[in-house]
Nanobody
Framework: QVQLVESGGGLVQAGGSLRLSCAAS????????MGWFRQAPGKERKFVAAISWSGGRKYYAESVKGRFTISRDNAKNTVYLQMNSLKPEDTAVYYC????????????????WGQGTQVTVSS
């Protein structure tokens, strides 16, 4: 069992930066691939980034490549999403998720989810 709690969301102007954190409970955090997804009002949840259990493999949605960076600290049971050059279209609720298998890009592949944190980018 893994419990996930996101933090770090907020209101930022276009071009600004935010760093999201996802703290996980459980002693087996290092066994899970982790992902970040986002969901805008009235839209489906979409993949943002994923990282393997070791941190050696990272994947990004095309829309965030070069602007967002996913990382993890297994000693702290935490995964991060550094978001730079934010755009209004990045506005959404951001969720972190844990996947017992490999680092996927589809929400159904993930086993555990956090409650989400709101990110709002003003123009």
């Amino acid at each position: 069992q893994v419990q996930l709690v996101e933090s770090g969301g907020g209101l930022v102007q276009a071009g600004g930066s935010l760093r999201l954190s996802c703290a996980a409970s459980g002693r087996t955090f290092y066994s899970y691939a982790m992902g970040w997804f986002r969901q805008a009002p009235g839209k489906e949840r979409k993949f943002v980034a994923a990282i393997s259990w070791s941190g050696g493999r990272k994947y990004y949605a095309e829309s965030v490549k070069g602007r967002f960076t996913i990382s993890r600290d297994n000693a702290k049971n935490t995964v991060y999403l550094q978001m730079n050059s934010l755009k209004p279209e990045d506005t959404a609720v951001y969720y972190c998720a844990a996947d017992w298998g490999s680092e996927g890009t589809v929400p159904d592949e993930y086993d555990y989810w956090g409650q989400g944190t709101q990110v709002t980018v003003s123009s």
